[in-house]
T-cell receptor, first 112, second 113 residues
Framework: AQSVTQPDIHITVSEGASLELRCNYS??????LFWYVQSPGQGLQLLLK??????LVQGIKGFEAEFKRSQSSFNLRKPSVHWSDAAEYFC??????????FGAGTTVTVRA | NAGVTQTPKFQVLKTGQSMTLQCAQD?????MYWYRQDPGMGLRLIYY???????DKGEVPNGYNVSRLNKREFSLRLESAAPSQTSVYFC????????????FGAGSRLTVL
């Protein structure tokens, strides 16, 4: 069975500082990996995805993620956060049938 | 704007009452999904429909039924609501195989007293 672990429940970061959100997955084959962002009271928006190929993927809003098969990880990074990046972030893993499994989420607070 | 529309956005029920959450997409997508979101647990799949005319159970189907009414619409029914079903429910859709992105609705917040 596939599963996702996001070890950090809550992260606080200063505006302009870098951000890294951790994601570890368990899956028997090469997974499809995703990062979604959810602003308060909103639905989920796709930030980026990995299916195959280059292990460093670029997404929207200046985010990037790196797939490391040896560590079963897909960590999300942003070099310089903006106050508008305050949100909840979800890592997800899926397969061809596209039944995504989500992590519990990491809430990001941005302080001025 | 094209997308996934869910109704209602908010609902309060008493234990034992029934209700249906409606979901419609106008992107001509084949697959549709219902997830529930609970604090500290992320999103869990309740039911999905790979294509019109088919439905399958997900991770947490107990207490729910679904209907894929046509290609556009996928409804979720609670026959006898329980407090444990208090949650935020999200509908999502996906296009043809190879279009490997889920598009989510804005969510429906359900409280069962």
């Amino acid at each position: 069975a596939q599963s996702v672990t996001q070890p950090d429940i809550h992260i606080t970061v200063s505006e302009g500082a870098s951000l890294e959100l951790r994601c570890n997955y368990s899956y028997g084959a090469t997974p499809y990996l995703f990062w979604y962002v959810q602003s308060p009271g909103q639905g989920l928006q796709l930030l980026l995805k990995y299916f195959s190929g280059d292990t460093l993927v670029q997404g929207i809003k200046g985010f990037e993620a790196e797939f490391k098969r040896s560590q079963s990880s897909f960590n999300l990074r942003k070099p310089s956060v903006h106050w508008s990046d305050a949100a909840e972030y979800f890592c997800a893993v899926g397969a061809d049938d596209y039944k995504l499994s989500f992590g519990a989420g990491t809430t990001v607070t941005v302080r001025a | 704007n094209a997308g996934v529309t869910q109704t209602p956005k908010f609902q309060v029920l008493k234990t034992g009452q029934s209700m249906t959450l409606q979901c419609a997409q106008d992107m001509n997508h084949n697959s549709m999904y219902w997830y529930r979101q609970d604090p500290g647990m992320g999103l869990r799949l309740i039911y999905y429909s790979a294509s019109e005319g088919t439905t399958d159970k997900g991770e947490v189907p107990n207490g729910y039924n679904v209907s894929r009414l046509n290609k556009r619409e996928f409804s979720l029914r609670l026959e006898s609501a329980a407090p444990s079903q208090t949650s935020v429910y999200f509908c999502a859709s996906r296009g043809l195989p190879g279009a490997n992105v889920l598009t989510f609705g804005a969510g429906s917040r359900l409280t069962v007293l």
